[in-house]
């Protein structure tokens, strides 16, 4: 358990005590809270204040992104932290002493001096980066330097493109080769395996990357229909759990909201039939979209669909209550 309280300031924090006894981690947190918040990133169930526990919280996040960095086995240094986290990190501020002076900028200040702590305890560590994690928590997955992409194609046929690829080289050169070059790289079976292992832990919670696996396409570029596409694209999380990067297309990161818009049209004479004349329209994202055309990509796609020049997630549920909802408002 913890005592200690945290106090946020413009740039930093400030740690204090209400009570006259601390516990060794209290004394560890005061004397040096760098260091122990990032200790404390590898404990669970931790018993503190909340402005202490938001700041493990930063620290969690921050070792999470380290260990879950592909190349990290061959960097040895700690990536730069992601806007999407710091804001929504920043977005979970408690109400707490400070609490108006923390945004992303100082959330990416506390992590960097996280980041400084595994940097400097991996460049004295003789050992891998996996090894030294599994020194801090044995559970703790980390990346295996494995890369799957997923680009959009001109083919009509097959949209998508897949390729697997592996990070090697030195601290100062990193490069990324297609997976297939790692049967010539690693004569050593075991190291071969090794560099496999986060592969063989997705495809044992996947079928669709098992099927792959066991047909030896993960080795030679790939064609991906819109819907293999779209199956690849929702275990991305499972991929990334196992220790795998993920490269996907932008456009799965901006979803697109369905909605329906109605506006009163103007009436052309006082009366209430056109007081309460009303125009409904069917939007994705920006795009107007006609009934017709929301029911024909219903119909013929399954989860994505290419809608004026883009593609797109189809929430079908989504979409066909706001078409039940078109038809009532148009039968009215």
Same mark, same amino acid.
């Given at each position: 358990?913890?005592?200690?309280?945290?106090?946020?300031?413009?740039?930093?924090?400030?740690?204090?005590?209400?009570?006259?006894?601390?516990?060794?981690?209290?004394?560890?947190?005061?004397?040096?809270?760098?260091?122990?918040?990032?200790?404390?990133?590898?404990?669970?169930?931790?018993?503190?204040?909340?402005?202490?526990?938001?700041?493990?919280?930063?620290?969690?996040?921050?070792?999470?992104?380290?260990?879950?960095?592909?190349?990290?086995?061959?960097?040895?240094?700690?990536?730069?932290?992601?806007?999407?986290?710091?804001?929504?990190?920043?977005?979970?501020?408690?109400?707490?002493?400070?609490?108006?002076?923390?945004?992303?900028?100082?959330?990416?200040?506390?992590?960097?001096?996280?980041?400084?702590?595994?940097?400097?305890?991996?460049?004295?560590?003789?050992?891998?980066?996996?090894?030294?994690?599994?020194?801090?928590?044995?559970?703790? =997955?980390?990346? !295996?330097?494995? *890369?799957?992409? %997923?680009?959009? /194609?001109?083919? +009509?046929? @097959?949209? $998508?493109?897949?390729?697997?690829?592996?990070?090697?080289?030195?601290?100062?050169?990193?490069?990324?080769?297609?997976?297939?070059?790692?049967?010539?790289?690693?004569?050593?079976?075991?190291?071969?395996?090794?560099?496999?292992?986060?592969?063989?832990?997705?495809?044992?919670?996947?079928?669709?990357?098992?099927?792959? =696996?066991?047909? !030896?396409?993960? *080795?030679?570029? %790939?064609?991906? /229909?819109?819907? +293999?596409? @779209?199956? $690849?694209?929702?275990?991305?999380?499972?991929?990334?759990?196992?220790?795998?990067?993920?490269?996907?297309?932008?456009?799965?990161?901006?979803?697109?909201?369905?909605?329906?818009?109605?506006?009163?049209?103007?009436?052309?004479?006082?009366?209430?039939?056109?007081?309460?004349?009303?125009?409904?329209?069917?939007?994705?994202?920006?795009?107007?979209?006609?009934?017709?055309?929301?029911?024909?990509?219903?119909? +013929?796609?399954?989860?994505?669909?290419?809608?004026?020049?883009?593609?797109?997630?189809?929430?079908?549920?989504?979409?066909?209550?706001?078409?039940?909802?078109?038809?009532?408002?148009?039968?009215?």
């Amino acid at each position: 358990m913890l005592t200690s309280k945290a106090a946020y300031t413009e740039n930093a924090f400030l740690l204090y005590t209400e009570t006259a006894e601390c516990t060794d981690a209290d004394k560890k947190l005061l004397a040096a809270p760098y260091p122990a918040l990032y200790e404390l990133a590898f404990e669970k169930d931790i018993d503190c204040d909340i402005s202490i526990k938001f700041l493990i919280e930063i620290a969690k996040n921050a070792v999470s992104e380290i260990s879950h960095n592909p190349d990290i086995e061959v960097l040895k240094i700690a990536p730069e932290p992601k806007q999407e986290a710091l804001l929504a990190l920043a977005r979970s501020v408690p109400y707490t002493n400070g609490w108006e002076f923390v945004n992303a900028i100082w959330i990416k200040n506390l992590w960097s001096k996280i980041s400084d702590v595994f940097n400097a305890e991996i460049a004295n560590f003789e050992g891998t980066v996996e090894e030294y994690f599994r020194t801090k928590d044995k559970n703790l =997955i980390t990346s !295996g330097r494995i *890369f799957f992409h %997923l680009v959009e /194609s001109k083919d +009509e046929e @097959y949209p $998508f493109a897949f390729l697997a690829t592996y990070s090697t080289g030195t601290k100062d050169d990193v490069k990324h080769f297609p997976l297939k070059n790692a049967l010539e790289e690693y004569k050593d079976r075991k190291d071969l395996i090794k560099l496999l292992s986060s592969i063989n832990k997705a495809a044992a919670k996947s079928s669709f990357m098992s099927e792959i =696996i066991e047909n !030896g396409e993960l *080795f030679s570029p %790939l064609k991906f /229909s819109a819907k +293999e596409a @779209y199956l $690849f694209l929702t275990e991305t999380p499972i991929y990334e759990e196992c220790g795998i990067g993920c490269r996907i297309p932008n456009f799965w990161k901006k979803k697109y909201k369905a909605s329906l818009k109605i506006s009163i049209k103007e009436p052309a004479k006082l009366g209430l039939g056109e007081i309460m004349s009303f125009s409904p329209e069917i939007y994705l994202g920006d795009e107007n979209f006609s009934p017709d055309e929301i029911k024909k990509f219903l119909s +013929e796609t399954d989860g994505l669909a290419f809608l004026k020049g883009k593609w797109v997630e189809l929430d079908r549920e989504k979409l066909n209550q706001i078409l039940a909802a078109y038809d009532n408002i148009k039968n009215k």
